[in-house]
């Protein structure tokens, strides 16, 4: 399309396109001072040159304030990044504590430590100082470091980071850099393990939690943000996505209500005094590791989580013959996600593939290595490879 300048202010040009009466602001955008190739076009809505001209120069104006509005990577601090990030998480009406607050304050101990100030200086070299440093804290405090848990916190990082881009904080944003994913857990209770569970959890709050997560299979931070009308006991069922919430990646589920998991559920909505259903002396849980972990030792369980009951259920189901796409609506997963972790428990896994091999390669009756050999046949029968030897 062929442009006709007809005037220029502070290399924005007002140009005329034949094929329309209005005139048009026509500029080459700039990253980091140098101008990109691909050039753009905005109409200024009218065939008056002189209101045109006047249209230029506001849009100029605007465009020049909200240049100045974002800020480089190498000029806006790291901690002021994550402390907005934080302070916008906490104001979300919600009475659980975000872990980006917990990211929060292990960036502070290292940042410190390590010099590192702007959003710019936590580049990959830091990043990876930033992992073995968190890695040696872990294991100092007793526990087994993960890279799970490393990259979850640089995970806030980059969430971070990316919210003050996309708010016009910052003109870029540096890449972040997980490290290799852990393979997953696969560790998953029995029927007696669950059993033993259910009757070594003696607090009425950890007992619901353990038979909300068995019986629903959702996450941790769903079961502790349930509110008691998200629990619709007439038609039986638990919406898990809370009023006015937009789904994300993890998925919260509509979940039927199981005749065991009913009763627990009508006493809870019946004694809530915060309006949540897991609540603890008049007031919600946000954590129920330490009282879980006593529950397991009595249960004599190792290497057991609250989330290993989401993975015992959805296993447990597989292994039941229970379809992998009901499963996945339990869980909120994509069915090809389901499939990925939960197929090998299924009964029906590659039991086709496994028949037709039997039924090939098998030693136990008749197959095709039993039929008389000619010039092209790979595989003998075993008298018939002795003869040949």
């Known amino acids: 399309m062929f442009y006709e300048p007809i005037w220029d202010y502070e290399g924005y040009l007002l140009v005329r396109r034949p094929d ?38 506001g849009f100029v104006r605007d465009q020049q304030v909200h240049a100045r509005s974002k800020r480089d990577p190498e000029d806006l601090p790291l901690l002021a990044v994550l402390c907005d990030y934080v302070e916008r998480q906490l104001n979300r009406e919600t009475p659980f504590v975000p872990a980006a607050r917990t990211v929060l304050k292990h960036m502070t101990d290292f940042l410190e430590l390590s010099g590192i100030d702007s959003v710019a200086d936590f580049g990959l070299d830091a990043q990876q ?6 890695m040696d804290r872990i294991r100092q405090d007793g526990h087994s470091g993960s890279n799970g848990t490393i990259n979850r916190e640089l995970g806030v990082v980059k969430a971070a980071m990316r919210s003050a881009w996309k708010r016009g904080r910052l003109s870029s944003v540096p890449h972040v850099q997980l490290l290799p994913s852990p393979p997953p857990r696969d560790r998953f209770l029995r029927l007696p393990e669950v059993k033993r569970l259910l009757n070594a959890c003696e607090l009425d709050h950890l007992r619901m939690y353990v038979m909300l997560a068995l019986h629903t299979l959702q ?8 509110r008691i009308e998200q629990v619709d006991l007439e038609w039986g069922r638990i919406d898990f996505l809370p009023p006015g919430s937009i789904q994300s990646n993890k998925r919260r589920p509509v979940v039927p209500i199981t005749p065991s ?21 008049g007031r919600p849980v946000n954590s129920i590791k330490k009282s879980f972990q006593k529950a ?15 993975h015992t259920g959805a296993t447990l189901m597989a292994a039941a013959g229970v379809p992998l796409r009901q499963i996945a609506g339990m869980l909120g997963h994509t069915e090809a996600r389901t499939t990925e972790i939960y197929a090998k428990h299924h009964p029906d896994f590659l039991r086709t593939a496994a028949e037709t091999i039997e039924t090939l390669f098998g030693e136990h ?20 490879r002795a003869n040949a030897a």
Do not use: M
């Not at 290595?369 to 003998?380: E, G, I, K």
């Open 20 to 57: 329309s009466p209005n005139y048009f602001i026509y500029w080459t955008p700039k990253k980091r001072g140098i101008r990109t190739r691909r050039a753009r076009r905005k109409s200024t809505g009218t065939s008056d040159i002189e209101t045109a001209k006047r249209a230029l120069v």
């Open 129 to 134: 100082r930033y992992a073995d440093w968190r």
């Open 219 to 226: 996450r941790p931070i769903g079961i502790f943000s349930l």
């Open 261 to 281: 998991l009913r009763p627990y559920l009508e006493a809870a909505i019946a004694c809530s005094e915060s309006g949540y259903v897991v609540e603890y002396l």
């Open 296 to 310: 397991c030792e009595r249960a004599a369980l190792q290497d057991v989580t609250p989330y290993t009951l989401r």
């Open 365 to 384: 009756g008749t197959h095709p290595a039993d039929a008389t050999c000619t010039s092209n046949q790979v595989l003998l029968p075993r008298q018939n």
